[in-house]
């Protein structure tokens, strides 16, 4: 298998975990940016961000060796990732043109005019940055102290050089250490073998510059928390398509006593006890029942298909979730959705087709029956991106896009 | 258990019925047959296996598994750009990028004099169909050719060649031949080269033969124990489609899904049969990644579902349709190439364009799991190159660089994207 150059930030290999977290930056180049600053900038703050990791802190530069390891001790550990959006390509909005490579496929800004995907509107409470930008950098570390830090340095770097770059938005994530989500129900339990992420996840030559890159996907989703918990357990774990305490997945239903419908989880066994021949099946097993079949867990993986079959339309997911306002107001929360993919096309068209995420805003029966579990609106977007992710490049990822420049 | 050779698809032909039928009376149970040979042929091939379903078998779950027109294993050799410009196209002898259309789909493009796409026909019908129906309906076949050209008649010779299908003395056999050598392959007539229709599929691998095989080579339990975690679990497409002696290929997006579907079903102790009569059918359409020029959304009308069939056995379902025309009504003022896909935020300009919004699906209906018991052993695994798994390239790139010869060639037709 060929070596990857996937920069850091993304946690697919064998035993890594993503750190707990999360704070992503997103930056505009100032009006009439020349390419060499737009180069310049970037790679003044790759530089210092690398410092970072070793104790550097431009602010206290002389400090003693104790200090120093110190600050390495809490920084150390913070990964940063550069990603470019659509807007560094739209030569509309940069004169003189930043970059002349070719916008990647599937590499646009998500639409404004209308609802960002088939089933998903934008929140009311939107962001007024919409999560669009020329540059992002995804800062993931052990402590809100390290990547916190990490982002107040790229603006005291960005104010004090007067770089031709700046901070138009920040978004900031935790994980949880138990596996589940806001909706309670373990997340990520499908998520792809270990020894098939690569293939998901890394971009083929095409454009050339972005072969052994990848493309993320931002999408930062409000959950309606109060019309999630209005749903009663057996309501929700026919939408999530798992029980929710045990995280198995939902096989069937059958009728309770007074005639509801009860959602029947494979039995929490040890696997070795529930394959045949002592197989491993991670995925859930194959349903038929209308109502399983439309639950979030069977439309987001529909063909349950590894990622050498294009079609299963697999994609990494990485998300941190998040808590924006508790106040006499009500409460702001949701999902940093983040997902690393090989090609864009996938994401879409998870969130296009039918019977995928298309025809539903987060699960169940795209028709109502009257033994469907409420249609909800779970989901909205305040703010979301789709960025390319460069391979690993010196002096920082992505730098040949602007080399390519000087040399047209 | 007795591994069983015979599979379902016989007793499902005669279940379902297209919504206009082409058939006289008894012709079913005469196609019904024809099924049934490929189907050995296919088991002769690659051999019995235990989890295809007899008639006898109860088979209650109906699934389906889905995949986009659009060829990955092209755009995965080529680049997208190229691969959409290859698919379309067009030489003096009509479609050569057909022969680049091979997720069971294949599609024509009409365009205006400016090269903009006007009109978009794609079908799924087997040509293994077209030929028996050929063969044993001349008047309904050029009918049907008729209707999909738009015009009133067709001439039989332009479909059969000079021994037109008319002579009574020539038997069924002999027009199936006519028209195989005439509408296949490399076959000029323009009623299915693209220049004036499209009716049948006639790219080399879209065909009954090779759905049979590609599902009989599947439909067979096999585990593979993963190089970095050790778990045995049931193999994917990298560990199971160099096994198939070339069933299925890799970097589709049709084939690995079906692959592993079938395998997975087989990893459960299914049984599993085709539902319906063998074939590909058009699922549906990513409408809302359409948007008109003022960005309004694109109305399904425009899309025509056509050669739909029924399932007598489940009346709800919506009808399953093999051909699919796009077209922007003309008091709207604008043509296909005039709307943008919100995905790519570009103007469709190719038919590719287009058979990325086009849904496809194979159904198969499965017993309830654990009823077949196999014994299998794991296949020894290494972990195939991400890139090399993304599918064999040689013949793409050997037909690109004919493409582009096209291209510099001032003076021939070949490399033209299709224009009319």
Redesign the interface.
Known sequence: ??EDRLQDGIYFR?GERPPPCYRLLLLDYLPHTQPEQARAALERISTMLTGLRTGTVRDLDGQGEEQAAKAAAELGETDSMFAFG?RLFDHTLHEPALVVAP?P??L??L?E???P??AVHWSPERDRQGGEADVAIQLTGPSDAAVNRGAVEVWKLVADEQLSIAIVASFAGFSRRDGRGWLDFHDGVSNI????R??AI?A????AWMVGGTYMAFLRFQVDLSAWRALTRAQQELIVGRDKLTGEPVLGVRRGPAGEIVPVAKAATPDEETS????????P??V?NPMV?ASHLQRAN?????P?????QRIYRQGYEFLENLNADGITLGLNFVSFQADL?SL??VL????WL?DVNFGGLARASPDNPPSVQLLSLLAGGLYCVPPRDTPFPGARLFEDHANS | MVCRGLGAARASAARHSRSTSDDAPGDEALWAARIENALQEALATYGATCHLATDHDVTPETILTDWTAFPARIAGCLTREHACALLDWRSATGDQGRNYQEEYAEWRTVRSTHGTIRRFELTTELPDYWVWLAGRNPTRTLELLASFAGEENVDPQAVYGERGPSRESLTGAQRESAFTRHMLGAGESPYNNGTRAICCMRQSTNTLGALLGLVVASCRARLARDGVSGFVRCADAADVIPQLKGAAELGRNSDPVVVEQLTRLACEGRLIALDGAPGVYIHGIQLERLAAPDGSQVPEEWFSFQRTTTVDTKPEEVVRAQRLVFEVPPEHGICIGDLIDIATGEPIRSGGDVADLVQLAVYLRTSAPGVVEDAIDPLPRALPDPVAARGACEEVLAGWRDFERGLNTPASSAGDTGSL
């Open positions: 298998v060929s064998s659509a916008r496929n599937y646009v800004t639409r005019d209308g609802d995907f088939p073998e270990s020894s098939e690569l293939v890394q083929t030559a095409d454009p045949p021949a002592g197989a491993d099946f991670r995925e097993p194959e038929s079949k529909r063909n349950r298909a590894s050498w079959a294009p079609a299963g096309g879409r068209r296009h087709l039918s019977g298309g």
